[in-house]
């Protein structure tokens, strides 16, 4: 089964990275989350499958995906990378024609998941940044 992954350094410690990951709207608007299904139409629909918060992982499938994949799972994980650092893995394993994966390595890795991965450390850092701001205050 092919597989698709991405990581990224964040500058923000682990707890305030995996709060943001519930909301996608807020660093990919491109992927609304229905906890049971789609109760509503949406662009893209991603069921959330599996959650461990102790773990900091996020499973998620998409039953209609915008690619000519089947049989799609993603999984996000938050690891503690130190001192007010961490490191956030995105990966995708789905059945696809395999002439299609280099394609789908840019198009899935490159466009969807650095991107999105980029605004979601950008978010992090933010956050956290704010609130040790408002600590000195």
Known sequence: MPRISRRT?????ADVVWSLTDDF???HPKLPIYADGPEASAELVVTVVAKDHDARTLSY???DPPFEIKDHRATITVEDAGEACSYVTWFAEFTADPSALAELEDSIGD???AQ????LATAAQDSFGNAQVASLA
């Open 9 to 13: 350094f964040v500058a923000a410690p």
């Open 25 to 27: 709207a807020q660093w």
């Open 61 to 63: 499938h998409m039953p």
């Open 111 to 113: 466009d969807v998941f």
């Open 116 to 119: 999105a991965l980029d605004n």
